[in-house]
């Protein structure tokens, strides 16, 4: 039994346990980015927000389009319905909400 447990630690070594470890605390994930059209604005400093996107079938080639549907979190509540804005991931600050806005790209021509 010993002779078992001294195998298995001998197999990674404390400075590769380390390097392991040093990896872990410093590694960051990319944060998604999306543009999408704002669907809707009745909440409180919350946005739904429209991502369309465009692909082709494998197997057929047929065109087809998507739509994913993001609660956004816009603390100034600068996007009104039909701008065109853009979203980054972010933690979780609700049960939907799961995106913050970074900013308006384009807003609908005669709004306020």
Known sequence: ???INDRLAGRM???NVWHAIKYLETERTLKRKYRGVVASDKSSKTI???VERVFRDRR???TLRRTIVC???DEQEKASVGDYVEIIESRPLSKLKRWSLVGVVRTVSGAN
């Open 1 to 3: 039994m010993n002779n």
């Open 13 to 15: 070594s404390m400075p």
């Open 48 to 50: 739904r927000v429209d």
């Open 60 to 62: 057929y080639g047929k």
């Open 71 to 73: 609660h956004v979190h």
